[in-house]
């Protein structure tokens, strides 16, 4: 079964830093591009930031600066790293991710979500 597994998230004092993990497992050959969504309550979820397979990057403005996605293909995992957090970035964050997989092609998964807040 192929799926996405996400971990990091958690409580973090505003200014500090967290770091997600996204790990992709079963039959696949690995990681084509990446993004990172998240989604506040009452709110849509929305593109926080994305890498290509190509390792091109690009960045909510909200989070420009201090954000970071990165992916490890060796690893099949992906990363944001989330430094200087406010509690505006609180939110359940998901992982999404264009997998090749061995039976059918590319395709598309989300991860469960983590659950990111930010407060004192």
């Known amino acids: 079964q192929v799926q996405l597994v996400e971990s990091g998230g958690g409580l973090v004092q505003p200014g500090g830093s967290l770091r997600l993990s996204c790990a992709a497992s079963g039959s696949i050959f690995g990681i084509r591009a990446m993004g990172w969504y998240r989604q506040a309550p009452g709110k849509e979820r929305d593109l926080v930031a994305a890498i290509t397979s190509g390792d091109v990057t690009n960045y909510a403005d909200s989070v420009k600066g201090r954000f970071t996605i990165s992916k490890d293909n060796a690893k099949n995992t992906g990363y944001l790293q989330m430094n200087s957090l406010k509690p505006e970035d609180t939110a359940v964050y998901y992982c999404?991710?264009?997998?090749?997989?061995?039976?059918?092609?590319?395709?598309?998964?989300w991860g469960q979500g983590t659950q990111v807040t930010v407060s004192s």
């Open positions: 999404n991710a264009d997998l090749s997989t061995f039976w059918n092609g590319n395709r598309n998964y």
